[in-house]
């Protein structure tokens, strides 16, 4: 039986490497050619392979590992400013996600039990794409990248409640079965709290010693949860999520989530793939109107809803049009969900074909969504819509922007407070330089105005913003934001009218730093090369020497 699945493997990795390339080349996502890759060899097209449980299996564990290496990153002390808007926003959106997937199925004929898997399929997204996208573009710790973290918390938490809720429906009303779903999952976080307090401390020293010794230990808790999780009644990669949370507050995190890199995006190929083989046309096509409605309030409407929710919210413009367009797509869930409810005769084989396409062809959108969103975003800021333009600028931070427009000349101006900037503007604070520090982050708007530093609310790429700062009469530009368009667009804008104005800026990749030399920066650092301490070191010359 192992020569099967490894063959069906191979020839998955195989496959899905010929087409990378071609994505590679035409410049389209991944996802894309793995897709691509399982729809080839699946029952709809060569029907090569026909061991799709045991693929499928395989590509739960890309869920697995996916999940684990999130909760690997997850500082919940990240989440003290947006915990309560990121529950409170989500529960909003999964609410009514929820009723119009109900009332859908309702105007369509279907049974209520139809109803209620519909209305969580539009009322999940993917946790597992989600952080994937974050991951990519190094975002997981900004403003929306945690409040979407959060929700997805959310969601994950109602989801492990659901899937054995819903195999269970007769027992909805007892007291004691709730209970019990109730009780194992405060056990299985009580088991990840004990191992952080108790056990992992000195063991993960011990450890750290030996990188295979760590890497051993994090996959062997790894899979103790995958075990507990399983014997409590739980889905797996909700296992996954919990013994990387077990882990997560320990100096080891980062080194763990590099050591299991190439292992998860293994069975996140397998995953993704897995999704290909389950594509089926003849069951959308006979099934076509409910399936395009189901697909534009996944991709249309729950983004719109979730935009609102975080417009009303206060968190401006940018940040809550990104939160709505990165949550467009359903769950991977809803594989587990639909899986367990086919395999107890709750929906038939045609119904589950039919909720697993919605998922996959969400979920292959994704990615084109995610790269078009500043597109998309601009594009509807151009619609001056009065009734809804005062929410475009965060009600959380009106009147805390302090930039002396009347001093601002030969000063020094900074795009971007995180991480590296937040040294950044430490270091020349306390050298008395006269300086503005332009951010989006409405938390961190908060923080500097409160330390006294003038700080001004909005895009980098704002040209408002540019002639509120006095972006022309500049003598230094730092550029500690990670978008290399971003950065190129002000870079050119300040050269072209200020040509003695010196630039320094910040590249993710090093294709990212020749672009941002191509456009005119003096020094580009790659901070995955250079140190903050570096780059203050060179400020400091800068000021001293007055050149890069």
């Not at 795009?415 to 330089?433: L, N, P, S, T, W």
């Not at 301490?533 to 007055?546: A, D, P, Q, T």
């Amino acid at each position: 039986m192992a020569l099967p699945i490894l063959f069906d493997l191979g020839l998955i990795i195989f496959l899905s490497a010929i087409l990378a390339y071609a994505a590679k080349l035409l410049k389209q996502p991944l996802i894309i050619a793995y897709v691509i890759a399982g729809l080839i060899v699946g029952p709809m097209a060569l029907g090569i392979i026909t061991n799709t449980e045991e693929i499928a299996l395989m590509s739960e564990l890309g869920i697995v590992f996916l999940l684990f290496s999130v909760g690997l990153e997850i500082d919940f002390r990240k989440f003290k400013h947006v915990g309560v808007s990121a529950f409170v926003g989500g529960a909003i959106q999964v609410v009514l996600m929820f009723l119009l997937g109900f009332a859908i199925s309702f105007a369509f004929g279907l049974e209520s039990m139809m109803g209620v898997y519909i209305g969580l399929l539009l009322a999940f997204s993917s946790t597992m794409i989600v952080a994937k996208v974050l991951s990519d573009r190094d975002e997981l710790n900004t403003l929306h990248g945690r409040i979407m973290l959060g929700i997805l918390l959310l969601q994950d938490i109602i989801a492990v409640v659901a899937i054995p809720l819903l195999g269970n429906m007769e027992f909805l009303t007892s007291f004691d079965f709730v209970g019990s779903i109730i009780l194992r999952g405060l056990g299985l976080f009580a088991i990840a709290i004990i191992l952080n307090k108790f056990f992992f401390p000195r063991m993960l020293d011990f450890a750290a010693e030996r990188r295979d010794v760590l890497f051993l230990t994090a996959i062997a808790n790894c899979f103790f949860f995958i075990w507990a999780s399983h014997e409590l009644g739980f889905s797996i990669a909700i296992g996954g999520f919990i013994a990387g949370l077990s882990m997560a507050n320990f100096p080891y995190n980062i080194e763990i989530a590099g050591e299991i890199h190439a292992l998860r995006d293994f069975f996140s190929i397998v995953f993704f793939s897995s999704l290909g083989m389950q594509l089926d046309f003849v069951v959308i096509q006979s099934m076509l109107p409910l399936f395009v409605l189901l697909l534009v309030m996944i991709l249309v409407i729950k983004p719109v809803i979730l935009t609102f929710i975080y417009l009303f919210l206060g968190y401006g413009g940018r940040t809550s049009g990104y939160v709505g367009m990165g949550m467009g797509q359903a769950s991977e869930f809803m594989f587990i969900i639909a899986a367990e409810m086919f395999i107890i005769g709750s929906i038939t084989k045609d119904f589950y074909s039919f909720l697993i396409s919605i998922v996959v062809v969400s979920i292959v959108i994704t990615p084109y969504i995610s790269k078009s969103r500043n597109f998309i975003y601009d594009f509807f800021g151009k619609f001056k819509i009065p009734q809804i333009r005062h929410l475009i600028h965060p009600k959380s931070i009106h009147g805390l922007e302090n930039p002396p427009e009347d001093t601002m000349k030969n000063h020094i101006i900074i795009f971007g407070a995180h991480r590296m900037g937040e040294k950044i503007v430490q270091y020349i604070k306390d050298r008395g330089e006269k300086f503005v520090v332009v951010e989006r982050d409405p938390e961190v708007v908060k923080d500097l105005s409160k330390k006294g530093i003038y700080v001004r609310y909005g895009d980098a790429e704002n040209e408002e913003v540019h002639k509120k700062i006095f972006l022309t009469k500049a003598k230094l530009i730092i550029l500690t934001i990670p978008y290399a368009d971003t950065a190129s667009f002000v870079i050119r804008r300040a050269k072209r009218f200020n040509s003695n104005v010196r630039i320094l800026a910040r590249a993710h990749t090093e294709i990212d730093a020749e672009r941002l030399y191509r456009a005119g920066a003096d020094i580009v650092i790659i901070p995955e090369f250079v140190s903050a301490e570096k780059v203050v070191k060179k400020i400091e010359h800068f000021l001293r020497e007055k050149k890069l």
